[in-house]
């Protein structure tokens, strides 16, 4: 607090009205005035709490990801004034999703707000902002934010009673360390909080100077500007009204997502909720506390997880597995103004508790994620009209609209190095990324420069480029797994033309981890041949040699898609194609699945491709059977035509970092006639996988396929080198 009194009262003078309305200052001078009476209609409660934790992955800022992995943890907690606190954890269980890492939460420090939030705002147990950010309803708030009041809605209540509560937009109205930019809902009648959503924004969130010095300022300034960019924190603190007309927590949500720096395709959502349900309050009951309140400390926080920590490496040794969750914390102290005690068994214990009521979906609660992507929407228009002098964000920098923009290697390029920048546009969620890459072996320079509207709505784009593009819809070539092969195995397992022109593509969620993808492209489409060699595979003992790349029939075409994709237990995707030109047309549709198990002991995945055109016209529409993506032990695209399936089976016996894999898979394709003729291909192999237990992936795998049926002559055993493997 004393840190937040100095930055606030260095601040310049304001430049904006403070109240939108009259209607709005007598609103927020009663919730000011409610504020500074400290309220004694709760001298204490007990309750339960309902803690969920999860993250996913996503190719888009505003999708609505499927949890890739999720934990719950049961607590019973007590609270009293002026503001102790009890936490005891009773249960906890876990999901994952396709072996994705698992979550573990272990709190040292108050993670939620008990009762009401304190002037000054702090999230993560007092840990994030740096500095204190100054709540709206603070006594100085007025000096600090602009109010407007912009929604109302009328209630009616469990016990009969009607409420009207009323929506006020907050934005900061000067440069500050922390302040928030967000809405507060409002009893009417009496200025109560119901609701506060709000997102952090300020110049000093994430690092302070390490000393008064003007090379250590402009340093901290740019590690904010930078983290400003690459993580975002929303929160939604709602209440309830519970017996005797008490408005109390109700459910606190802290979501946020991590985007990769300097990638635009790459980003980490996460949400954690706690939920409090079943209020006893005002028992007389004073809680009874079991540990030393100097046990939280920070000399004994961090000689406690020492100890902890030497247990688990001697456990490791001596071969055995144990994460952090997996042994008792217990931790006392003082915080806000009150004493706490947080009490957590070991991850055994806890998995015995057996009152859950329902198993553990990844799903999740569909309304309760509704109305936290709805809020998410409301803050991030919010914080668009923030300026950048009162939230610093990078305006132009380094930056790749695609991950696989920076190092590229195939059988027509050879190695292929790229950059790229991006510009913040003027326009709400807007950004323009220009990128170049240049092919050492064919010599090529190319480009794409696009428009990007990342809102919560979707992901418009709009591109113009000369930019070599993949052919085959099953084996796409331009990612880094397939790079890494054909720079050492010679195994290119793509296909590719040069296309020049431009493309607009709309992409939305339609449901939680279903994803529709609208694009059309108008470019002109011209052949491209193998000009590179594998040094690195002809060093190793190889010939270094690729397959002719496949012509394609040159021309001006148009292409059309529409597609859906979702992410869930069965991964899945269907897609519909158009194209025509150059006096042809053609459709086609293409689906594909997938479907993995874990659940202890041997593990197996399945995944299938199935799809065909309307007709046999294009080399570039074809679609192919062999290789890595389709039937392993045989080269790519031995078979090629206007329809093709494909099956795969992994299946691994152990769950060790080092685990052998079995493999068999099969597929054909062709023209629709030929693929019941009996020429299907059939491999089947054994690999090695080199398995991540702290990522819960596997890191890269050694495959030896061989054809079981359709084998010419001088085919034998097969090796690939395969990142990110399925097993």
Same mark, same amino acid.
């Given at each position: 607090?004393?840190?937040?009194?100095?930055?606030?009262?260095?601040?310049?003078?304001?430049?904006?009205?403070?109240?939108?309305?009259?209607?709005?200052?007598?609103?927020? &001078?009663?919730?000011?005035?409610?504020?500074?009476?400290?309220?004694?209609?709760?001298?204490?409660?007990?309750?339960?709490?309902?803690?969920?934790?999860?993250?996913?992955?996503?190719?888009?800022?505003?999708?609505? !990801?499927? +949890?890739?992995?999720?934990?719950?943890?049961?607590?019973?907690?007590?609270?009293?004034?002026?503001?102790?606190?009890?936490?005891?954890? =009773?249960?906890?269980?876990? /999901?994952?999703?396709?072996?994705?890492?698992?979550?573990?939460?272990?709190?040292? &420090?108050?993670?939620?707000?008990?009762?009401?939030?304190?002037?000054?705002?702090?999230?993560?147990?007092?840990?994030?902002?740096?500095?204190? #950010?100054?709540?709206?309803?603070?006594?100085?708030?007025?000096?600090?934010?602009?109010?407007?009041?912009?929604?109302?809605?009328?209630?009616?209540?469990?016990?009969?009673?009607?409420?009207?509560?009323?929506?006020?937009?907050?934005?900061?109205?000067?440069?500050? +360390?922390?302040?928030?930019?967000?809405?507060?809902?409002?009893?009417?009648?009496?200025?109560?909080?119901?609701?506060?959503?709000?997102?952090?924004?300020?110049?000093?969130?994430?690092?302070?100077?390490?000393?008064?010095? #003007?090379?250590?300022?402009?340093?901290? =300034?740019?590690?904010?500007?930078?983290?400003?960019?690459?993580?975002?924190?929303?929160?939604?603190?709602?209440?309830?009204?519970?017996?005797?007309?008490?408005?109390?927590?109700?459910?606190?949500?802290?979501?946020?997502?991590?985007?990769?720096?300097?990638?635009?395709?790459?980003?980490?959502?996460?949400?954690?909720?706690?939920?409090?349900?079943?209020?006893?309050?005002?028992?007389? !009951?004073?809680?009874?506390?079991?540990?030393?309140?100097?046990?939280?400390?920070?000399?004994?926080?961090?000689?406690?997880?020492?100890?902890?920590?030497?247990?688990?490496?001697?456990?490791?040794?001596?071969?055995?597995?144990?994460?952090?969750?997996?042994?008792?914390?217990?931790?006392?102290?003082? @915080?806000?103004?009150?004493?706490?005690?947080?009490?957590?068994?070991?991850?055994?214990?806890?998995?015995?508790?057996?009152?859950?009521?329902?198993?553990?979906?990844?799903?999740?609660?569909?309304?309760?994620?509704?109305?936290?992507?709805?809020?998410?929407?409301?803050?991030?228009?919010?914080?668009?009209?923030?300026?950048?002098?009162?939230?610093?964000? +990078?305006?132009?920098?380094?930056?790749?609209?695609?991950? /696989?923009?920076?190092?590229?290697?195939? =059988?027509?390029?050879?190695?292929?190095?790229? #950059?790229?920048?991006?510009?913040?546009?003027?326009?709400?969620?807007?950004?323009?990324?220009?990128?170049?890459?240049?092919?050492?072996?064919?010599?090529?320079?190319? %480009?794409?420069?696009?428009?990007?509207?990342?809102?919560?709505?979707?992901?418009?784009? !709009?591109?113009?480029?000369?930019?070599?593009?993949? @052919?085959?819809?099953?084996?796409?070539?331009?990612?880094?797994?397939?790079?890494?092969?054909?720079?050492?195995?010679?195994?290119?397992?793509?296909?590719?033309?040069?296309?020049?022109?431009?493309?607009?593509?709309?992409?939305?969620?339609?449901? &939680?981890?279903?994803?529709?993808?609208?694009?059309?492209?108008?470019?002109?489409?011209?052949?491209?041949?193998?000009?590179?060699?594998?040094?690195?595979?002809?060093?190793?003992?190889?010939?270094?040699?690729?397959?002719?790349?496949?012509?394609?029939? +040159?021309?001006?075409?148009?292409?059309?898609?529409?597609?859906?994709?979702?992410?869930? #237990?069965? %991964?899945?995707?269907?897609?519909?194609?158009?194209?025509?030109?150059?006096?042809?047309?053609?459709?086609?549709?293409?689906?594909?699945?997938?479907?993995?198990?874990?659940?202890?002991?041997?593990?197996?995945?399945?995944?299938?491709?199935?799809?065909? @055109?309307?007709?046999?016209?294009?080399?570039?529409?074809?679609?192919?059977?062999?290789?890595?993506?389709?039937?392993?032990?045989?080269?790519?695209?031995?078979?090629?035509?206007?329809?093709?399936?494909?099956?795969?089976?992994?299946?691994?016996?152990?769950?060790?970092?080092?685990?052998?894999?079995?493999?068999?898979?099969?597929?054909?394709?062709?023209?629709? @006639?030929?693929?019941?003729?009996?020429?299907?291909?059939?491999?089947?192999?054994?690999?090695?996988?080199?398995?991540?237990?702290?990522?819960?992936?596997?890191?890269?795998?050694?495959?030896?396929?061989?054809?079981?049926?359709?084998?010419?002559?001088?085919?034998?055993?097969?090796?690939?080198?395969?990142?990110?493997?399925?097993?």
């Amino acid at each position: 607090m004393l840190l937040l009194a100095v930055t606030l009262a260095a601040a310049p003078p304001p430049d904006s009205v403070v109240f939108a309305s009259a209607a709005t200052e007598r609103l927020v &001078r009663r919730g000011i005035a409610r504020r500074t009476v400290q309220d004694t209609a709760v001298h204490d409660y007990r309750a339960t709490l309902r803690y969920q934790l999860w993250y996913g992955f996503s190719a888009r800022k505003w999708a609505a !990801v499927a +949890p890739a992995a999720i934990e719950e943890q049961v607590m019973a907690m007590a609270w009293q004034r002026p503001n102790d606190l009890r936490v005891e954890v =009773r249960g906890r269980r876990t /999901s994952a999703r396709g072996g994705a890492p698992g979550v573990s939460s272990v709190f040292d &420090r108050p993670w939620f707000v008990p009762r009401e939030v304190d002037d000054s705002v702090r999230i993560f147990a007092d840990e994030f902002p740096a500095h204190g #950010a100054l709540h709206p309803l603070a006594a100085s708030g007025p000096e600090w934010y602009r109010y407007e009041v912009v929604d109302s809605l009328a209630a009616t209540l469990p016990d009969g009673r009607e409420v009207r509560v009323v929506a006020v937009d907050v934005l900061p109205r000067r440069a500050a +360390p922390a302040l928030v930019v967000g809405r507060l809902w409002l009893d009417a009648a009496t200025s109560e909080v119901v609701r506060f959503t709000f997102r952090y924004v300020g110049t000093g969130l994430f690092a302070v100077p390490d000393a008064p010095t #003007a090379k250590d300022s402009a340093a901290a =300034r740019r590690a904010n500007r930078v983290a400003n960019r690459i993580v975002t924190i929303d929160v939604d603190l709602e209440y309830a009204v519970q017996a005797g007309g008490l408005w109390m927590p109700h459910r606190q949500t802290l979501s946020g997502q991590v985007q990769v720096p300097f990638v635009g395709n790459l980003v980490i959502p996460f949400e954690a909720t706690t939920r409090f349900d079943d209020y006893e309050i005002n028992t007389g !009951v004073p809680i009874a506390f079991r540990l030393a309140p100097d046990s939280a400390t920070a000399e004994v926080r961090r000689e406690r997880r020492q100890e902890i920590r030497d247990s688990m490496r001697a456990e490791r040794r001596r071969g055995g597995t144990i994460g952090d969750g997996d042994v008792g914390w217990d931790f006392a102290g003082y @915080a806000q103004g009150g004493r706490y005690e947080i009490l957590r068994p070991g991850n055994d214990s806890l998995a015995r508790y057996d009152g859950w009521g329902g198993p553990l979906a990844l799903a999740g609660d569909a309304a309760a994620e509704a109305s936290v992507r709805e809020a998410r929407a409301s803050l991030a228009a919010l914080a668009e009209r923030v300026p950048d002098d009162l939230n610093p964000r +990078p305006t132009f920098g380094f930056a790749l609209e695609r991950t /696989s923009d920076l190092v590229q290697y195939n =059988r027509v390029q050879g190695l292929s190095l790229g #950059a790229g920048a991006r510009l913040r546009l003027p326009l709400a969620f807007t950004d323009l990324y220009g990128s170049a890459r240049f092919g050492f072996s064919d010599e090529r320079l190319t %480009g794409r420069l696009s428009v990007v509207r990342e809102a919560p709505g979707g992901r418009l784009r !709009v591109s113009g480029y000369r930019d070599i593009l993949d @052919a085959d819809a099953f084996s796409p070539g331009k990612g880094f797994a397939n790079s890494l092969n054909a720079l050492f195995v010679a195994h290119d397992n793509g296909s590719y033309f040069l296309g020049t022109g431009g493309s607009v593509g709309f992409e939305t969620s339609v449901g &939680r981890g279903i994803e529709l993808a609208l694009e059309g492209r108008l470019e002109q489409q011209d052949s491209v041949v193998t000009t590179a060699r594998s040094g690195v595979n002809d060093a190793l003992g190889g010939d270094g040699l690729f397959p002719p790349n496949v012509a394609i029939t +040159p021309g001006l075409f148009g292409v059309a898609r529409v597609g859906l994709a979702g992410a869930s #237990a069965l %991964g899945w995707g269907v897609a519909v194609d158009g194209i025509a030109g150059e006096g042809t047309a053609n459709a086609r549709l293409i689906a594909s699945g997938r479907y993995e198990f874990n659940e202890g002991g041997p593990g197996f995945t399945i995944r299938a491709r199935i799809g065909g @055109a309307v007709r046999d016209t294009l080399p570039q529409f074809a679609l192919t059977a062999g290789g890595v993506n389709t039937v392993r032990g045989f080269d790519y695209a031995a078979q090629r035509g206007q329809a093709a399936w494909s099956a795969q089976l992994d299946v691994t016996p152990l769950k060790s970092w080092f685990r052998p894999v079995g493999f068999i898979d099969a597929g054909r394709a062709g023209r629709w @006639a030929d693929l019941a003729d009996g020429r299907t291909l059939v491999g089947a192999g054994a690999g090695l996988s080199i398995y991540s237990k702290l990522l819960r992936t596997s890191l890269v795998r050694f495959d030896f396929s061989y054809p079981l049926t359709q084998r010419a002559p001088d085919q034998g055993w097969r090796f690939d080198l395969i990142v990110s493997a399925v097993r």
